[in-house]
């Protein structure tokens, strides 16, 4: 009996205790509904027009994007884009990880100053010093020439390959952030153990440092694939007109054809779309950790 009413007098005190801090939450909420919530609730708002005025409201814009195999393919490609950056930056990202991993504490600082280094730059100028890299008369090029490995000068500008390439390395440090900060933490007896145990370098990697991993891995590919995906600059820079993805399609029906409830359609889908494919990979990323 005595129990009971301790607990039923104890929900009232959590209620209180709860209700207590609604004065510190409720500025950052409110903050959050006018900066957030209501330009996307504008944003929704502006698609459901018919007409470049908005004047006639519909869903004609809708049924054109989903209608339009076109635009199915921006959005596949544009999916595929962000998959194979992360998959790239993944396999850097664990490389770079195992070398942090084996460094002692002065390597361990010296590696750090190096990843977040790039980061104090532009997004601007890494970009264009990629077209500085991958152009016909470029690094890569000089060096393929002069080492035979190529007759001509590879095209590697205007084209997936190249546009991977150069998201890779300008979104390696939001991979390697999280990626460390979990890597760190991992006892060394563990590995010590498993060497000790009769495991080889590659099993101890797989079955200890791996799995150990997995939380910073998923943390950086989930920043690395919104990131890629809605990297505008970087997109229209190297990839150019050839290769056209969703932030182009928004950026082009906005600001040249001066169709907003179609841009607006676009956008929303880009949201809807990045949000489904995070919301998987952190499923199986909760997966993999049970």
């Known amino acids: 009996m005595s129990a009971i009413t301790i607990h039923e007098e104890g929900a009232p005190r959590r209620l209180l205790s709860a209700l207590g801090d609604m004065p510190l939450v409720l500025p950052m909420g409110l903050l959050f509904v006018g900066f957030f919530c209501g330009p996307l609730a504008l944003l929704v708002w502006v698609s459901f027009h018919n007409d ?39 396999v850097l990202g664990f490389a770079t990880g195992l070398i942090y991993l084996s460094s002692g504490p002065r390597a361990r600082s010296a590696l750090l100053f190096v990843i977040i280094l790039p980061l104090l730059l ?18 890569v090029n000089t060096a393929a020439l002069s080492l035979g490995l190529t007759a001509t000068p590879l095209r590697l500008l205007q084209t997936e390959l190249g546009l991977v390439i150069s998201l890779a390395q300008i979104e390696l440090p939001l991979m390697l952030l999280p990626l460390l900060s979990v890597m760190g933490r991992i006892d060394p007896n563990l590995v010590d153990a498993s060497t000790s145990l009769g495991a080889s370098r ?7 440092i791996l799995p150990l991993s997995v939380p910073g891995l998923i943390a950086g590919s989930l920043l690395v694939f919104a990131s890629s995906t809605a990297a505008f600059i970087s997109q229209s820079v190297i990839g150019g007109g050839r290769l056209i993805y969703m932030p182009l399609v928004i950026w082009q029906q906005s600001l040249v054809v001066f169709d907003w409830p179609f841009a607006a359609v676009v956008s929303i889908a880009l949201l809807v779309t990045v949000l489904g494919v995070l919301a998987l990979i952190g499923s199986l990323g909760h997966l993999a950790r049970t």
């Open 202 to 208: 590659w099993r101890t990697m797989a079955r200890v």
């Open 52 to 90: 470049q005025d908005m004047t006639i409201t519909g869903t004609a814009m809708w049924t054109r994007f989903l209608g339009d195999p076109f635009y199915w393919k921006v959005v596949t490609d544009t999916m595929m884009l962000g998959f194979k950056t992360v998959a790239l930056t993944l």
């Open 122 to 139: 532009s997004v601007v100028v890494r970009t264009f010093a990629w077209i500085v890299i991958l152009g016909t008369e470029g690094l």
